[in-house]
């Protein structure tokens, strides 16, 4: 846990039972960011398959917390390359509670997460977002080096 000089502590979840409750509640904070009730909501996954999620190196989810509740998180996949012995992480989800949104937290979590992905030996984290999405485009500007690429979801039906 690592603690930023405010009464919010970062945290990586691990394969225990706080993490799986933590996670729980990131879920929930992540229907009502993304307005996705049902993607997150709707089919909820068994203990059972999320601590096996939170057993994995290459699974990282963290979590800001203030007061024992989950104000903030992230998922994070590590990615092993072959073109050198090295990794990235990628970014998947993140959102910060309403009420505790321009407290910096979203910043201090990229950074507890970059320390995090240290130890594993990445070299980059890096993270998509929407062109519309105004407040994490000026974040992650602020950030770090935007790259231009295009996007393409391939259904498998």
Known sequence: MTNYGQDILFKRLHEDAESLNLLRELNELYADAFDEADTY?????SDNYLLSLLSKGNVL?????????????LVAY????????????????????????RKKIATNLIHFLKDEAAKLGAWV???????EDTPAVKLYDSLGIREEVYHYDFTIE
């Open 41 to 45: 909501l709707g089919k909820k996954p």
């Open 78 to 101: 590590v990615l092993e390359k072959f073109e050198q012995e090295r990794s990235e992480v990628y970014i998947y989800d993140l959102a910060v509670d309403v009420n505790h949104r």
């Open 125 to 131: 984290v890096y993270i998509q977002a929407d062109r």
């Open 61 to 73: 989810v963290c979590v800001a917390t203030v007061n024992h509740r989950v104000v903030a998180g």
